[in-house]
């Protein structure tokens, strides 16, 4: 440590994601530590929690460290990136993941969330539903911003029109997040014949709850997810969602950070690589009625 102090530079590199129980954040650290683990650097992982001022707080930590670099998927709450920039201003490298950060001039990898919500959407098309809700996540993030998009303009492609009343937006991205916003949904008059959902967790309790009260899923209501978590194709029914390649994800994040690191001569020319989606169709969805044959 006194070496890393003199030097200025501690061989360490932060990690900073808002949770780390989902398989999604924890496939993604697996890849940045197969990436990182064989160099000389080490990786500190922090939680955020989803807060903005713990975030702060810890990018504070990690400065007073002398972290070489940081990785970060900002929390749901974060709509300044200031802290971000003072890294940057004192040499300190930072690529974001996952989570966009508008306006914020890094490197970047991004998964492009409005295909896959355009895909999910135009399937459901085809398969005959006509009625599409979505429960969407916290609105200031780019990932719900983008996946609403893609909801919106495939409908609006198939000339289907956009209902206010079936857009319901989280609080979280936990299992119990989505209950009351499902039974909301399911439960109108004028119930929906389809649900996409901003992750395979809301997605599911989706399902609980048209199982709960009586509805059959796909024939009554299909019910779309997004991430592709592991447990995702052991429900019943097994569930339709958008896979996003997580593991890969991390690994390029700490490839282009360790490469920073390495080779400052490229410093405001910055790496902004973008993941494609792809849709996984299972038993909670109807069948696209163009492959049926007759």
């Not at 440590?1 to 697996?30: C, D, R, W, Y």
């Not at 299992?175 to 014949?193: Q, T």
């Not at 890969?248 to 360790?258: D, E, K, Q």
């Amino acid at each position: 440590m006194a070496l890393g102090l003199l030097q200025k530079k501690s061989n360490t590199i932060g990690v900073i994601v808002p949770e780390i129980t989902s398989h999604f954040f924890s496939a993604i650290i697996t890849g940045i530590q197969d990436v990182i683990g064989p160099s000389e650097y080490n990786i500190m992982i922090c939680l955020s929690n989803e807060s903005y001022e713990e975030e702060l707080t810890l990018v504070k930590k990690l400065s007073k460290m002398r972290v070489d670099g940081i990785l970060v998927s900002p929390s749901s709450a974060t709509k300044d990136f200031d802290h971000f920039r003072r890294l940057q201003n004192n040499d300190v490298p930072v690529v974001v993941f996952d989570r966009d950060c508008p306006g914020l001039e890094a490197d970047k990898v991004l998964v492009d969330d409005y295909s896959g919500a355009y895909q999910a959407i135009e399937y459901l098309i085809r398969s005959g539903c006509t009625k599409i809700a979505h429960l969407g996540g916290p609105l200031n993030l780019s990932t719900t911003k983008h996946r609403l998009q893609g909801y919106l303009d495939a409908l609006e492609k198939n000339g289907i029109p956009k209902r206010e009343e079936y857009i319901f937006h989280v609080k979280g991205f936990s299992h119990k997040d989505g209950l009351k916003p499902a039974r909301k949904l399911l439960e109108m008059e004028d119930a929906p014949d389809a649900i996409f959902a901003v992750n395979d967790n809301i997605a599911t309790s989706a399902i609980h709850v048209a199982k709960k009260i009586g509805l059959r899923i796909p024939e009554d209501i299909s019910i779309v997810g997004f991430d592709d978590e592991p447990h995702s194709s052991y429900f019943s029914p097994a569930l339709s969602t958008v896979w996003q390649p997580v593991y890969s994800l991390g690994m390029l994040s700490a490839r282009i950070l360790l490469q920073r690191i390495k080779d400052t001569s490229t410093k405001n020319d910055f790496r902004v690589e973008v993941f494609k989606p792809e849709l996984v169709v299972r038993a909670s969805s109807k069948e696209n009625l163009s492959d049926i044959s007759v």
